[in-house]
């Protein structure tokens, strides 16, 4: 398997405008989670699903966010509109079940200028 | 609700010195509990994972963590570290008793002086 996969890997943009970030999990996995990491906040947790049906999102910061996961294979990050203190590393993970470990994806490095 | 702590945000050793990095979490039924590691500029990789059983884990790169049930601890450690040790190092907690919801400790960054 070719683990989890995000896209972008790296966007950068202009305040105001529409982000959306990609995550791909692993084949079978059932749980997807999006994390956000700055040096502020350290790994946070925004929102996770579980069987494509979101679990919680009280980690959103705001109504500017939001999650969807359409189908099992598929779930995006958006952000409108984005502001330059959106600026972080977002990462994506998948996991089997509600115990196990979760793997991550490559992250996807936010900039807004 | 469920939380994380590392008590160290920054450590600095010299190579072959020993390594211990604190982990408490707050919650008070049946947890399972991880230490991942990130490289400079890399994503998280696990290091080792407690679910049941021997409260002492090995896991990859010589590496191994205590979990202490009564002090709600999950200790990292490693008897000498390497140059190549230099990461951050997150404790996260899985609770197995709701929805599988997976949260981390603020991350402490590891820098081992060649």
């Known amino acids: 398997d070719a683990g989890v996969i995000q896209s972008p890997r790296h966007e950068v943009t202009e305040m105001g405008q529409e982000v959306t970030l990609r995550c791909k999990p692993i084949s079978g996995h059932d749980y997807l989670f999006w994390y956000r990491q700055t040096m502020m906040r350290g790994l946070e947790l925004l929102i996770y699903f579980n069987n494509n049906v979101p679990i919680d999102d009280s980690g959103m910061p705001e109504d500017r966010f939001s999650a969807k996961m359409p189908n099992a294979s598929f779930s995006t990050l958006k952000i409108q509109p984005s502001e330059p203190r959106d600026s972080a590393v977002y990462f994506c993970?998948?996991?089997?079940?509600?115990?196990?470990?979760?793997?991550f994806g490559q992250g996807t490095r936010l900039t807004v200028v | 609700a469920q939380s994380v702590s590392q008590h160290n945000h920054h450590v600095i050793l010299s190579e072959a010195a020993s390594l211990e990095l604190g982990c408490n979490y707050s919650y008070g039924g049946t947890v399972n509990l991880f230490w991942y590691v990130q490289y400079p500029g890399q994503h998280l990789q696990l290091l080792l994972k407690?679910?049941?059983?021997?409260?002492l884990v090995k896991g990859i790169k010589g590496f191994e963590a205590e979990f202490i049930k009564s002090k709600f601890s999950f200790n990292l450690r490693k008897p000498s570290v390497q140059w190549s040790d230099t990461a951050e190092y997150f404790c996260a907690v899985r609770t197995s008793g709701n929805t599988g919801k997976l949260i981390f400790g603020q991350g402490t960054t590891l820098q081992v002086k060649p």
């Open positions: 407690y679910f049941s059983g021997d409260p």
């Open positions: 993970a998948s996991s089997l079940e509600r115990v196990t470990e979760a793997f």
